[in-house]
């Protein structure tokens, strides 16, 4: 069999890194596309080099813009490399412009289409990420989702022919990077002289969140005022909004910092109070590795860390304040998200099928 995955932005790639072992010990040829979607450094070759991804066989370098323009380079380009490559399967991740690229791209070559996080779903539909899991599940062949309720979904929308509970390949990664970093030192904690619990954490990267200079200086009012240092890693699009409306992200008890690789997010967050975030991916790892969790939206797909006490969603600045100093959630040994072995069952399926 040959499978060819099609990533671009950070969370595909901590998600592709589980699947390429997965497909190397199953003996699956892998041709791995890289969009260009992502393509800080920071936010994509150093999560290539931490979680040993093999290097893609082809890097598209699309890089910004509009979601039009974004989208349309990426169609443009990926059809001439699906014909190329011909795989039995073309994989796709999760919600962003190249998932939907892809998709789109190879179904109209009538190449077989899985989508890995099939299902999940804001029903909020100001938000682009919603559009492209949509369309990408109604164009797929096989949808995998991760959950009892993204398969609920998917079968409301007439999928569940389709569709298989594999897990989530995210927690596969977490889980080995949390053992690996358990009772280590935090290069974070030690650069900026912090304390074990003595910090919250901090991502902002949502256009709803960002790009409307009240409502980011309204957060970042917010994050500046709470009652301990809030470490806030810094998105490129987040510190060119805030240059552009001149807000001042070192404020208060505000501390911007650069993304950090994915190893040592983990380990901050382990070492952390709290985790403020609209960050779909960091919502569940805090759920994961049982930290409170506070999401700057109105809704999140990850509802499971909602009704198990670990998440809250906040908008104004009172409630964010009130979400990250409320009490510790209480204990609980579910698992919702699998056992950390969903790359394993994708690739039996699509070997299946």
Request: aromatic letters at 6%.
């Amino acid at each position: 069999m040959k499978l060819l995955s099609v990533v671009g932005a950070r969370p595909q790639f901590v998600k592709l890194a589980p699947i390429a072992r997965a497909a190397a010990e199953a003996g699956v040829e892998h041709i791995i596309v890289h969009t260009g979607q992502h393509y800080d450094p920071l936010l994509s070759d150093v999560f290539f080099e931490e979680l040993s991804i093999p290097a893609p066989t082809v890097h598209l370098g699309v890089g910004s813009g509009s979601h039009g323009v974004q989208t349309g380079a990426m169609l443009g380009a990926l059809d001439a490399v699906l014909t190329e490559h011909n795989p039995d399967w073309v994989l796709v991740y999760g919600d962003t412009n190249s998932t939907v690229a892809a998709a789109l791209s190879a179904v109209k070559l009538h190449y077989k289409v899985a989508h890995l996080e099939a299902g999940l779903r804001s029903f909020n539909r100001r938000m682009p990420e919603e559009h492209n899991r949509v369309l990408t599940d109604h164009a797929a062949d096989l949808l995998l989702p991760p959950t009892e309720v993204a398969l609920a979904h998917l079968t409301a929308e007439g999928l569940a022919d389709r569709s298989i509970v594999v897990g989530d390949v995210m927690a596969d990664v977490l889980y080995q990077v949390r053992d690996a970093a358990a009772g280590g030192p935090s290069q974070l904690l030690e650069s900026l002289s912090l304390e074990h619990g003595g910090f919250y954490l901090a991502t902002l990267h949502r256009a709803d969140n960002t790009d409307d200079p009240a409502r980011l200086a309204e957060i970042v009012d917010s994050l500046s005022s709470l009652d301990r240092p809030v470490v806030l890693l810094a998105h490129p699009r987040l510190i060119a909004k805030a240059a552009e409306f001149g807000i001042d992200l070192a404020t208060g008890t505000l501390i911007p910092h650069q993304p950090l690789g994915y190893s040592e997010l983990i380990a901050a967050v382990m070492a952390s109070a709290g985790v403020v975030t609209d960050s779909g991916g960091l919502q569940k790892e805090a759920f994961l590795l049982r930290v409170p969790c506070t999401t700057v939206r109105t809704e999140t797909e990850w509802v499971e860390t909602i009704d198990l006490g670990w998440n809250v969603l906040a908008t104004s600045r009172e409630q964010i304040a009130a979400g990250v100093t409320r009490p510790w959630p209480a204990a609980t040994d579910a698992a919702p998200y699998g056992d950390g072995h969903a790359a394993t069952r994708v690739i039996a399926a699509l070997l299946q099928h």
